[in-house]
């Protein structure tokens, strides 16, 4: 039986797959996640889409993940500009 699975972008090997779940494993286990969790099945979402959009190595996949991750739990809070344009007064004749 052939384990690849076909996508819109590419075909994902089953070596690819098993450098994927070594990631998948790996990250579930630091952050204590549930495997039969819905975040597990959004982690391994997120780890098959870094892949398809073609970062495969390790390394780099656990990095891009930690670093989406982490620009997702920025305070979505408004924050002022840090430059706004001075008014001019200009004097009525």
Request: net charge positive.
């Amino acid at each position: 039986m052939n384990k690849a699975a076909a996508s819109r972008q590419e075909i994902i090997e089953p070596d690819d797959f098993y450098k994927i779940e070594g990631v998948f494993r790996e990250l579930v286990r630091q952050k204590g996640i549930a495997l039969a969790s819905k975040e597990a099945d959004t982690l391994a979402a997120r780890l098959i889409g870094l892949h398809q959009s073609g970062i495969q190595d390790p390394d780099a996949l656990k990095a891009r993940h930690e670093l989406l991750a982490f620009v997702g739990r920025r305070p979505t809070k408004k924050r002022p500009p840090l430059w706004r344009p001075q008014l001019q007064c200009v004097p009525s004749p």
